[in-house]
Each structure stands twice: as structure tokens, then as C-alpha cells.
């Protein structure tokens, strides 16, 4: 689960890690109130759980009150990379002389976090990773002891940090990797971590993502959780414990699995990208799903009306081939199924699935034996239909 | 012969008495599966299917000499399941369970390395050793006995593979689900390894995914170790980029998490690599 801005650094705060005193508006006389408050400068930042909010024009300096609201009634609303900004961040604007770049994240290979720091930071931090990989300082974090106090030294010494920064730099590290540890997060990145002109260090921007496994054990995390980001059929995916994920193509795939779930993605993209066809979503019922879970997977596909058929390929080993054909006939039996629909069964108790589906006799319906065969059959029927 | 499990392998269910366990179970002794009997802390001195109750991994192991063991728990208890059993003396893990935070898998991996344990998983189906043994909940009916080895990081993927390959005529030595998860036990590279010293694995199929680089591993290990002919397939070409924050990720990984990245490494490392994974049979022949 991402955090927006605003939550992860206040998460951050509650650790100790110095950041800028701002607060949330969701409107631009919101922002004209807090921008006055403020008695200096500000910056406008939306609050939007995607990347490149600042090239998007999402994030602006304003000098008086009047600015700022000027800036918040072209941000909120604004759209950035398929997000709806919602609301905007007023922090007061900071006297910059230096930009560092502090993270922390899992290194699955290791199986251990890692800490990554960088006397250069800011926004291309990325392509400073790709042209000069050296110009970032890593350090491995034992899962178990944890952070030593050396190795912060060993950051900052080896990032060239002037030394009257070292401690100042050594708690903002030690207290990130806590909130790290304590947070299960996958991700805790403070980018930049700034110098002040008065030679403070300040966390400006911050971003966490917390491990989803982990959110029945962290329920103060787990209640930040923005709804407003999901769509109605996003919603009730997570109600009922099924992945799904919106995509803009014309078949709608119902699997079982994930890697499954993208090969018969790929499928149609392999056989339908020429004609311009591809899939609609990504939607793994889960492993064992019972009748209704099928059924409350085909209302959410069928609730794009980009959908021009749908793909159903299961193959069965906890999930039973009868159970999945009953849910379908639950769902047909609520809402009407005005598109085809390609059913491939396979494995345990997929005759006794089949068997169901015929004996119903839906007209709409169709059978496929292997997955190549229902991924051209599902690209032919949204041709046919487009 | 076959990898990590044969017939003479004795096993146990950790979990044995709980709903899921309790299923496959079942299914592993209706498969022929050794299974010695089961851990569940409370019902020691219980039956469950003939088989004996522990409390205690290490007494099922006392009793039963058990050397392999499931982990069917939920996810709250699998890392200290995991940790019992390795401690116990048990030489081969393999965790079923879905939905383990990461920071407890890293804590389990610190410990397990201080022991002589192989863990397969978490969240993955195990393995089957068609005709052997059946540790998991890979449905049996669709492998048959043969010379192919097949490693992947999915579930249904594996079984759509390896139901595809019997059907061509083309049996298995084993089949291995490593699991999906960031952290997991057993890599591919591993597996790869101890495929290329089977000396009834012929060839190899190897099932991968966008996301992290356990694919460039493999590819690498293909090049530089591998003699035997390997066929690949990896998912989610056609996956958009995710609502991907932060630099940190992309940091660790660089591309290599894209499917293209992955084909190219495992294509120029000489595997022949499927766009379909029912062509996976044909490329192995």
C-alpha cells in the first residue's frame, strides 16, 4: 500500500525525522487560509499516489496567499498519470544549499533491507543510479540486529556529507530505519533530504510503501488506506479478496492465479495486438475461490464496457472446475451476459464443470480445449464485435 | 531419480488438523506420498488419518525420523513453523502459506542460514516427483513420470506446463513451484543447479515473471553451468508499469524487471524461449 506525501511524513515526525510543518487542503480557499498562517512562503503539492507529480506541473512555489490559491485551483483536479489530485500539501518553502537522497528498501536477493544514500538528490536520482552507480552509498541492514551506529558513519563518510552534519544525519538514518522496520514497509524514502541555509537538515519530500501482508498487524496504517483512489469495481475487488486491475483493452479475463492470470493476458495480446485488440484487466480469483467469488469476479469484469467478451481460463488444482461453473451460472442468472463468453476448464473436477455449463444450454457460451485455442477465440469474438 | 524428494522421503504436515492441511494431506497419501504423521501444538497424542499427532516438531521427528516437512499454517504462524522445523533438524521445508510479511521472512531466512535447511517457498504450490512423491498441492493426475525438469515462480502457470508436456508424451523428474513471493527459500538458480546434476533430468523448462532479477540470475547460471537444453516462458509481457513511487526499487533493479529484459538475458544465454507456454513441449523436443 502506498502512502500519500503528507502521511508518510508524518509518519516520519513520529519517529523523529525533522520535516517542514505543513498541512492538507482540499480546496483552494483551504489553501489561501493555511498559505496566511504561514506568513511566508509556500509550496503547493498535490497529493496524488503516482510519480513525476513535479514535471506534471503538480508541485509550485507561491509567495503570497493569493498564489497559493491560485496554484491549488490548478492543481486539484488536475489529472497525473491516470490520478485524480484530490487534495494539496502546503508546506512552507525552505532555504535549499544542498539536496541529498536517503532510502531504504528490501533487497530480495539479500534478504535483507538496504540502505541507500546519495550526496546528490533530487529528481534524477534514477539516472544518476544508471550513468554512475558509485555516486549512491549502500549499506545492508541486519534483519534481525538491525542498524549499528557505525554504519550511518560509514554513509555519511563515504557520501562526502561535511562532517558537521554527521549527527544530525545519523539519527535522520537511525530513525528511518525504524520507522522502517516498525511500519513493515517495502519502502521508506526520504528524496530530497535537504541542508538548510541555516545548516538543518529537513526531510521535504517523503514516501512510503507498506508491505500488504503486513496490514492486519498494523492497523494504523492499514486505516490510512485513500479509497477515493479506487474505482467502485477496484473496491469491491478488494472486498472479495480478488486482484484486479483495470486495463484498456476489449477481452475481460477471469483466471486463477497471477502468473496465469498475465500469461492469458499476454495470449490475447499475442494473438489480438495486430487487430488491435488486447486485454481489459488483470483478475485473479485466488486459489480455491468458491462459486460466489466467481460471481462477484464476473460482475467487476462485466462492469467495463470496454468488455467485448470474456476470457475464463482456470485451471484447476485448489480452485475445482464445478465450483467456478456455478458461480458463472450465478452470475448469469443476475446480470444479463450480452457478450460472449470463452470458458476453458482444466484440471481438478473440470469435466464435472463443463458437464454444468452444457447442461444449462446459455446461449453466449463457448467451450476451448487448450489456452492457445480460447485466446484466438476470445480475440475472434471482440473482432467480430468492434 | 528425481530432485529434493523421492519415495524415500518421510514426511510431515505442520498444520495436519487444520482445514487446508488437513485437505492435502489426504490427497499426499492417496498420492503414495510417505507421510509420517503430523504437528499440531495441543493435539500431540491425536490421530489424524492413521498418521500420529506431535505437539513439537522435533518429537514427530524422534518418533517418525521425519526429514522433509509442510508447512500448512496461517501466515501469523508460519515464520516460528518454518524456524521449529529447521531447528528440529529437518532437512527440506516446504511452505505453502500465502500472505507472509516480508520482515518476517528475512528474519526467518537469518536463521535458516545458520542451519543446514533447505526452505521451498513460501506461498508456492511444492513439488511433485511424478509416480514419488506429492509435497504440496500440485494436482497429481496432471505429471507423469519422464526426464524434464520444470521450475517456476507461479502456481497454475506450473500445472498448465506440466499438463501440456504429458500430454505431448513428455514426462517430468520433478516439478517445483519456488513461489511468487519477494523473499523465498529455494531460487531458481538453485533448482537449475541441482536439475543439471540429476543425471535422469535431460532438459529443463523454466516458468518466469516480470519483477525482480531471479530470471538474469538464471540466465546467467544457463550460460555459464548449464549442458542440458532449457526452454523458458516468462509472464506479463503485455502488464502495463505499475503506479510505481519512490526510486528505491528502480535503484535495487534497474530494468531488469521487464519482461523483454528477461527474455533477451535468457535467449542470449541460449534458452529457447516460448511465447506461448504450450509451445514449451515443441521447443524441448
Known sequence: MNLHEYQSKARFAEFGIPVPMGEVAHTPDETFALARQACCAVVVKAQVLAGGRGKAGGIRLANTPEEARDHASAILGMQIKGHRVRSVLIDPAASIAQEIYLGIANDRAEARPVLMASAEGGVEIEEINRLRPEAIVREHVDPVAGLFTFQAVRLASAMDLPRKHWRAFGQIVAALVRCFEESDAELAEINPLVITEDDSLLALDGKMVIDDNALPRQPQLAALHDSSELSGAETMAREAGISYVRLDGQIGCMVNGAGLAMTTMDMTLLYGEARGIGPANFLDIGGGARADTVATALRIILSDENVKVVLCNIFGGITRGDEVARGILTACEEVQLKVPMIIRLQGTNADEGRRIINDAGLSGIHAAGTLTEAARMAVDAAENDL | ?285
Not at chain 2, 510479511?101 to 542451519?115: A, C, G, I, Y
Not at chain 2, 517457498?121 to 514419488?132: I, M, T, V
Not at chain 2, 514426462?171 to 527459500?185: A, E, N, S, V, W
Request: negative net charge; charged residues 20%; proline residues 6%.
Open chain 2, 1 to 285: 531419480m528425481s530432485i529434493l524428494v523421492d519415495e524415500n522421503s518421510s514426511v510431515i504436515v505442520q498444520g495436519i488438523t487444520g482445514r487446508e492441511g488437513g485437505f492435502h494431506t489426504r490427497k499426499m497419501i492417496e498420492y503414495g506420498t510417505a507421510v509420517a504423521g503430523g504437528v499440531t501444538p495441543g493435539k500431540g497424542g491425536e490421530w489424524f488419518e492413521g498418521k500420529p499427532v506431535f505437539d513439537t516438531v522435533e518429537s514427530a521427528v524422534r518418533v517418525t525420523g521425519a526429514d522433509v516437512s509442510l508447512v500448512a499454517v496461517p501466515a501469523a504462524f508460519a515464520p516460528d513453523a518454518i524456524c521449529e522445523a529447521a531447528f528440529a533438524g529437518i532437512r527440506l521445508v516446504v511452505c505453502l502459506t500465502e500472505f507472509i510479511p516480508v520482515r518476517e521472512m528475512m528474519k526467518v531466512m537469518h536463521h535458516l542460514n545458520q542451519t543446514g535447511c533447505r526452505l521451498v517457498g513460501p506461498n508456492c504450490p511444492g513439488l511433485l516427483s511424478p509416480g514419488l512423491a506429492k509435497i504440496g498441492i500440485m494436482p497429481g493426475f496432471i505429471a507423469t513420470p519422464g526426464n524434464v525438469g520444470v521450475v517456476s515462480r507461479s502456481g497454475t502457470l506450473t500445472y498448465e506446463v506440466v499438463y501440456a508436456l504429458s500430454q505431448a508424451g513428455m514426462g517430468q523428474t520433478t516439478c517445483i513451484g519456488i513461489g511468487g513471493d519477494p523473499i523465498i527459500g529455494t531460487s531458481f538458480v538453485d533448482v537449475l543447479r541441482l536439475f543439471e546434476e540429476d543425471p535422469q533430468t535431460e532438459k529443463v523448462a523454466i516458468l518466469g515473471e516480470i519483477g525482480g532479477r531471479a530470471e538474469i540470475d538464471a540466465a546467467e547460471f544457463i550460460r555459464e553451468h548449464m549442458t542440458k537444453p532449457v526452454a523458458a516462458f516468462i509472464a506479463g509481457a503485455s502488464a502495463p508499469e505499475g503506479t510505481r513511487m519512490g526510486h528505491a526499487g528502480a535503484i535495487i533493479e534497474g530494468s531488469e524487471g521487464t519482461a523483454a529484459s528477461k527474455i533477451d538475458a535468457l535467449r542470449n544465454a541460449g534458452a529457447r524461449v516460448a511465447e506461448n507456454p504450450e509451445q514449451i513441449p515443441e521447443l524441448l523436443c
